[in-house]
């Protein structure tokens, strides 16, 4: 992470549909699997790919914990308390399966993910009901690791085998697959060497690895011939990537999104999430030059203070990301950027917090995640002193969600009257509504009919909602064309 996506969450999702992505003689012996999922976009994607796995085993998806066979919560720590939500969650569970069980149906209940890897056996211990746990790096294993807790044991595994786990990811990409959403993601490394001092991503994902460049292209021609349209790459610390070549060379992101950009039917690729030190040259240069690079730059700062940004090791100065966010802005002017902001660390003042809001107005970004600090065991951060008191926190929070929110309105009001390229992925909540994504990632709902799902269309922006631009299907090719250069005068 350098965080967005880790520090999202407690949003819950299915993973896709098992059937989606199997050939249907690959079904025999159907059970049902239930895949809750908690957190960032790469705990999204870790779902779906045990979905992936379970399918030769006879699982489909079902979105109804109570007809499950199996049910498998992939967690996120990066909140507070996250453990205790956990258990507090398998509590519940225990009753559907209880339920399950006067019926004579069996119910299997596996935790997956960061809380899985940071409590290991402790689960077992307070949940009885928990049959396996699983750590984010070894989930590649499932269909071996029920079959022992279907013979009785407790399963815990929790190795930081990343390297087995990149492998069988590329093993399963050569898989057909008949169907997938428009927008999908695609992890490229993992883990993270960085030891920020507020963050548990070192500890429950481990040392950073990347996956090499001849598995990244594979499983992203394969999404490609499945109907997706939009590739976001997905990492903890996504630009250190340093994915090996088959020449043997070491390639970094931006040669990867270069290669990936001459794969046919991707028009799009994104990246997430990036920490400020690994924003290479290269990396900037292909915002400006890949057509399929979108405009849009997640980059968490965290602290707008030197002292803050020393104390919670981000091994940068507030100077440092200006001169940063200037190249970028020069390589590509209409960029939209995004950060992550903590508030509240231990011994930040009114001044330190003063800076973070001065740094804010400087940069003037297209959105925003915020958070009060809160401490997490095992982080440097849980013991230092100078806690800052939660009222504190949340006055301070309350101050600076007003100014990104102020400077989210000024950067969706400065797309209206624009036309351009809208990614249509799915059904509105209205009849004849479709739902899609600008460039600059905000979401675009328009009337168009449901064949153009899958499709980039150029839209009008005609309307600004409160967290939706609102547009209509321009077919004019000329204004299309016009679309790069209005965005490059927008920013
Ligand atoms: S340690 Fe720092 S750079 Fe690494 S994932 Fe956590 S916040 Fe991001």
């Known amino acids: 992470m350098t965080s967005r996506p880790d520090l999202e969450a407690e949003t819950t999702t299915s993973a896709v549909p098992a059937s989606e992505n199997v050939a249907p003689e690959e079904l025999t012996n159907t059970r049902k699997v239930f895949v809750r999922t908690y957190g960032c976009q790469m705990n999204v994607y870790d779902s779906e790919r045990m979905t992936d796995v379970l399918a030769p085993e006879g699982f489909q998806a079902t979105d109804d914990m109570e007809d499950a066979d199996l049910v498998i919560l992939n967690t996120c720590h990066i909140r507070e308390k996250a453990a205790e939500k956990v258990y507090s969650e398998l509590g519940r569970i225990r009753k559907v399966k209880e ?92 883990g993270c060497d960085k030891f920020c001092t507020f963050c548990v991503v070192p500890y429950t994902r481990g040392a950073e690895v990347s996956r090499s460049v001849a598995q990244i292209v594979t499983e992203a021609e394969r999404m490609a011939s499945a109907g997706v349209r939009e590739v976001t790459l997905l990492g903890q610390n996504v630009n250190a990537f340093h994915g090996e070549a088959q020449d043997g060379t070491t390639w970094g992101l931006g040669k990867l999104l270069r290669r990936l950009s001459e794969i046919d039917g991707l028009d799009r690729l994104r990246y997430t999430t990036s920490h400020p030190r690994d924003m ?3 990396l900037i240069d292909a915002h400006r030059d890949l057509k399929t690079l979108m405009p849009y730059l997640h980059l968490p700062v965290q602290s707008g203070s030197d002292k803050i940004l020393k104390s919670m090791n981000r091994r940068h100065t507030r100077d440092d990301y200006f001169r940063l966010i200037d190249r970028i802005r020069e390589a590509t002017p209409d960029i939209a950027l995004s950060g992550d902001f903590i508030v509240g660390f231990p011994g930040e003042t009114d001044q330190d917090f003063e800076d973070t809001m001065d740094l804010i107005r400087r940069v003037e970004y297209g959105s925003a995640f915020s958070f009060k600090y809160s401490q997490r065991p095992g982080t440097p951060g849980a013991t230092m002193d100078e806690q800052v008191p939660e009222d504190l926190k949340s006055e301070r929070l309350a101050q600076l969600q007003a100014l990104v929110s102020e400077q989210q309105k000024a950067f969706n009001a400065s797309r209206l009257g624009m036309t351009c390229d809208v990614l249509l992925e799915k059904k509105g909540r209205n009849p004849g509504q479709l739902v899609g994504k600008s460039p600059w990632l905000q979401p675009v709902q328009l009337d168009a009919p449901e064949s153009l799902i899958g499709s980039v269309q150029a839209v009008e922006i005609v309307e600004i909602g409160s967290n939706s631009l609102f547009g209509r299907l321009n077919a004019g090719q000329d204004e299309r064309d016009d679309a790069g250069a209005i965005q490059a005068k927008a920013g």
């Open 99 to 190: 339920a399950r069980s006067k019926s004579g149906k069996e119910m299997m209940v596996g935790v997956a993910g960061c809380v899985a890897q940071a409590e290991g056996e402790e689960i077992s211990r307070r949940a009885p009901i928990v049959d396996l746990v699983v750590g984010p790096q070894s989930y590649h294993q499932l269909p071996e690791l029920l079959s022992k807790a279907r013979q009785g044991s407790k399963v815990v595994e929790t190795e930081f085998d990343i390297d087995a786990k990149f492998n069988h990811l590329s093993a399963n990409a050569e898989k057909p697959v008949l169907k997938r959403p428009p927008s999908a993601f695609l992890t490229v490394q993992e």
């Open 280 to 282: 290479d040259d290269d």
